[in-house]
């Protein structure tokens, strides 16, 4: 679950148009419209990296009024559903996935099967991805891989760590001391 306590506010006077900020939003609320970035409220994650990313100071991190809670509701999904789908990628569904949210397994296989098709959807309807980013998006991958989603090309979903089973079959055969394949 994520607390998203915070909401990026952008200058336009400081603003470039350069879409720093927009090519890392993992939930696509920071869009570049006429050379100025502008921010969509419902969207933000308040994750920061927009602040971070952009070179002229143009991002301010501010109090929302009213905090927003982003939790996945496990009863709108079916159960053995999320149990099957998270056995096809030998993960617990308990297994935590963002350390940042507290999200588990359960929540991301249950957000794929209530319909998400993109990370950016996971990070909107769990929370995971919207701390580093970096550690959950290999599981996140994962599921969707397991699930026969084919995640749309974009540069935010590249070069990002990757986990021990994606190693090439070619290096896992080579090496069958250690667990490429998920064995637990
Ligand atoms: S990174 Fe900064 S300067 Fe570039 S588009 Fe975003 S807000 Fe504007
Ligand atoms: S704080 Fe994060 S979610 Fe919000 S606009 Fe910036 S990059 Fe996007």
Do not use: H
């Not at 559903?81 to 999200?103: S, Y």
């Amino acid at each position: 679950m994520k607390v998203v306590n915070f909401l990026s506010i952008v200058d336009p006077q400081k603003c470039n148009g350069d879409k720093r900020c927009e090519n890392l939003c993992p939930s696509g609320a920071i869009k570049v419209v006429e050379k100025i970035a502008r921010v969509d409220e419902s969207r933000c994650v308040a994750c920061g990296k927009c602040r971070e990313v952009c070179r002229e100071g143009a991002i301010t991190m501010v109090r929302r009024s009213e905090p927003r809670e982003i939790v996945f509701d496990m009863q709108t999904v079916s159960q053995e559903k999320i149990q099957a789908l998270c056995e096809k990628t030998f993960l617990l569904p308990d297994m935590l996935i963002c350390a940042c949210t507290g999200t588990m397994v359960k929540e991301v296989a249950g957000a794929i099967i209530g319909g998400a098709k993109t990370p950016e959807d996971i990070v909107l309807m769990t929370g995971a991805g919207s701390g580093c980013g970096i550690y959950c998006m290999g599981v996140v991958f994962q599921l969707f891989k397991a699930a026969g989603i084919v995640i749309p090309d974009d540069p935010r979903w590249k070069n990002l760590p990757l986990t021990p089973r994606d190693i090439p079959d070619k290096i896992a055969d080579k090496y069958p001391e250690y667990y490429f394949r998920g064995v637990i």
